[in-house]
């Protein structure tokens, strides 16, 4: 086991890793930019480093100025938490090389999966279910009119190289095509470098449901159930839950065990997602993720599986002690992302948190890296914490979730707090009825 571990993140999933290292008795380094000098992470580590000016670019994605560091204070491994250089092959490859292991799965996988056409060849070839269209990148408007024309509109042109929901376009019909296809290569063209594209039919009311999977990179993987996140504003996630309201046992078992076989053949190692849209009792593969999501907390409350502690002893080269009969689903758990902005415009409110009283009680977790009187940086993303809410149905958690919402008090700045209110007394949200589509609908409609 390690003695020590970097963590090359900051907020509340800093803190969440960091906490996993404690339990597991391993020193700690948290790495931080200026603007991060008071974040709670830098105070609970063992050791910290400054690495950098607020801008992402000079310090949490600064490779260099993380290598310097984990050779100052001897760190064995680095955790990337989420974003920031989690999903990038060549930082997982530069650690390798120096021999720091880098906690997560090999660099040649989080390379297949970055890339999502080749991404769906791999999942088809390993037997997972993928939305049916265009085989590979699609060059020409011919090719892109015919594999329309085949798979039936209405069909969405997707980057290959793309992420947060940017270079993707619908095209309802075959007038549709030409502006679709130019519109989405440019953007490709401007966001990621890549203007490669590909063809998928577009779902009209699909949910999002994800697989939580672990593997040890020696041929063991299980699965840890579903997370369903189909409540998304622009692609984003808002609210998450495990298990999905929308399958049954028989559905989770096989889509599961699909899901298992394809990881344990890959050799995958450390934990992943494969997401899928799911419309019709049919699953249609979108993209896998090759990290820890902020969404993996309603796992852990349902599973009692510690999934950070699982992904540090499988990178220290330990075989997976958890077989597939050994997770079992135990009630009902919820997650509402609390975002420091306007629940109504959704713009980022920054600035100092005057008063902060977070929910307690049985069931009840609270990730957050903020306190009374911490000033939020405005360089980063908006999450300021994580609700997660647990019950032994549905319908508990649900109460739970009302009452933990009420006892929530955060001044100072302004949170999506009002807007989970409103959403957990819903009609639709109670019965477990919406997909992908529903919040921005809603929000529509209730300004
Ligand atoms: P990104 O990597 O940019 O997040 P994804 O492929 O994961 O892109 O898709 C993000 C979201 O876009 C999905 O959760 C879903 O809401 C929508 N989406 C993606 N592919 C399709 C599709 N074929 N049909 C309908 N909606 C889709």
């Not at 329309?148 to 376009?169: E, H, Q, S, T």
């Not at 549709?176 to 009209?204: C, H, P, Q, T, W």
Request: charged fraction near 20%.
């Amino acid at each position: 086991m390690f003695n020590k571990i970097l963590i090359a993140n900051r907020g509340e999933i800093a803190l969440r890793v960091l906490r996993a290292c404690k339990e597991l008795g391993i020193e700690t380094v948290a790495v931080h930019s200026t603007a991060d000098a008071n974040a709670m992470h830098v105070r609970l580590a063992d050791e910290s480093v400054c690495i950098g000016p607020p801008p992402a670019r000079d310090s949490y994605l600064n490779i260099p100025q993380l290598l310097a560091a984990c050779e100052i204070t001897g760190a064995e491994a680095v955790h990337p938490g989420y974003g920031f250089l989690s999903e990038n092959a060549r930082f997982a490859e530069i650690l390798t090389a120096h021999g720091i292991a880098f906690i997560g799965p090999t660099a040649e996988h989080i390379r297949i999966m970055g890339d999502k056409i080749e991404a769906k060849a791999t999942a088809r070839r390993l037997g997972i279910p993928v939305v049916p269209g265009s085989d590979g990148a699609v060059t020409t408007d011919e090719d892109a009119l015919r594999i329309a024309a085949d798979i039936g509109y209405p069909v969405l042109v997707k980057a290959a190289a793309g992420g947060g929901g940017r270079g993707m376009r619908v095209a309802m019909n075959e007038a549709e095509m030409s502006s679709a296809l130019s519109a989405a290569r440019s953007e490709a063209k401007n966001a990621f470098g890549d203007d490669a594209v590909y063809i998928e039919k577009y779902l009209l009311k699909p949910r999002h449901i994800e697989v939580q999977v672990l593997g040890d990179g020696q041929g063991n993987a299980i699965h840890l159930g579903e997370r369903d996140c189909s409540l998304q504003r622009r692609h984003q996630k808002v609210w998450e839950e495990a298990l999905s309201p929308a399958l049954n046992q028989e559905q989770r078992d096989k889509i599961g065990g699909i899901v298992a076989n394809a990881m344990a053949e890959l050799k995958y190692a450390g934990v992943g997602t494969i997401e899928f849209l799911y419309e019709d009792g049919e699953f249609y593969f979108i993209e896998m993720n090759t990290r820890l999501q902020v969404e993996h907390p309603v796992t852990e409350m349902i599973t009692g599986i510690d999934l950070v502690n699982e992904q540090i002893k499988v990178a220290s080269g330990a075989a997976l002690t958890l077989r597939q009969s050994d997770v079992t689903f135990n009630g009902h758990a919820i997650e509402c992302r609390i975002n420091a902005e306007n629940p109504a415009t959704f713009a980022p409110s920054p600035g100092t948190i005057t008063y902060w009283h977070p929910p307690g009680g049985l069931g009840v977790r609270v990730d957050s890296g903020v306190y009374q009187g911490y000033r939020i940086p405005p360089n980063y993303d908006s999450l300021i914490g994580k609700l997660i809410v647990h019950g032994r149905s549905r319908v508990e958690c649900l109460m739970r979730l009302r009452r933990c919402l009420d006892e929530f008090v955060v001044d100072g700045i302004q949170s999506t707090i009002p807007l989970f209110r409103h959403l957990v007394d819903n009609q639709d949200i109670a019965n477990g009825m919406y997909d992908i589509h529903w919040l921005e609908k809603w929000l529509a409609t209730n300004p």
